[in-house]
């Protein structure tokens, strides 16, 4: 039974769809796909539109909401390990359009620290995290990004060709940051980054950190 109400959910996916419709495309009898869709209309896994056709329901969304993120879990031990080798507090950053996310992040216990909460959306023109983030990325909207970013395009292929990027001051006053690319598949699909103040990062923080940040990218990149 849990094999044939999948199949409604699969099929309503799709597109809208009456009951006639879901009997044919599901392959099952009018009273079994008239009992399990109304069913899961119950529980919210399926609604009905304005023409009264089956759809998805909304209880899908937040049961989606629910399902652990498996680049947070693979960067979790990591974020920690940078952290405690670093002394600094450590962010794991994906890109969404043309901002950045925190999905991940390993907070220094105590002391002078900059704080940056899983969720936060900060934007993709300043920062070292954004450096990598922009540096492997692709298409128009890079063009767009630059004209109101921190760093130039030749900061970029700079960046591409060290393997990491570092920022002192450039999104926030008085802060520095060191990051490295996380790759998947072979594509760049986020930011491992550290950051703090600059009287303790200094002034050149990827001479110090940034063999460690590396480190800790290909990590997570193993891990996935």
């Not at 069913?39 to 009264?52: F, K």
């Not at 089956?54 to 899908?60: A, E, H, M, Y």
Request: aromatic fraction near 4%; hydrophobic fraction near 45%; proline fraction near 5%.
């Amino acid at each position: 039974m849990i094999d044939k109400a999948v199949a409604i959910l699969e099929e309503t996916a799709a597109r809208p769809m009456s009951l006639a419709e879901l009997v044919e495309a599901a392959e099952l009898p009018r009273a079994t796909a008239h009992r399990l869709a109304v069913a899961l209309e119950s529980h919210g896994l399926l609604a009905r539109d304005v023409e009264g056709r089956f759809v998805l329901g909304p209880r899908l969304r937040d049961l989606a909401a629910a399902v652990p993120d498996p680049l947070a879990l693979a960067a979790g031990p990591v974020l920690t390990w940078v952290r405690d080798e670093s002394g600094e507090s450590a962010q794991l950053y994906r890109s969404d359009g043309s901002e950045r996310v925190c999905i991940a992040a390993a907070e220094r216990a105590s002391g002078l620290r900059t704080t940056v909460p899983v969720g936060s959306r900060l934007p993709l023109t300043a920062g070292s995290g954004a450096q990598v983030l922009c540096a492997w990325r692709t298409g128009p909207g890079l063009g767009e990004l630059l004209a109101g970013a921190e760093f130039s395009a030749r900061t970029l292929a700079e960046v591409r060709r060290r393997g990491w990027a570092q920022s002192i001051g450039q999104r926030e006053a008085g802060v520095a940051s060191v990051s490295a690319p996380v790759r998947h598949g072979g594509e760049v699909i986020a930011a491992l980054s550290i950051s703090g103040p600059i009287e303790r990062l200094g002034r050149t923080p990827g001479n110090r950190y940034s063999a460690l940040l590396v480190r800790g990218a290909a990590r997570i990149t193993a891990a996935l």
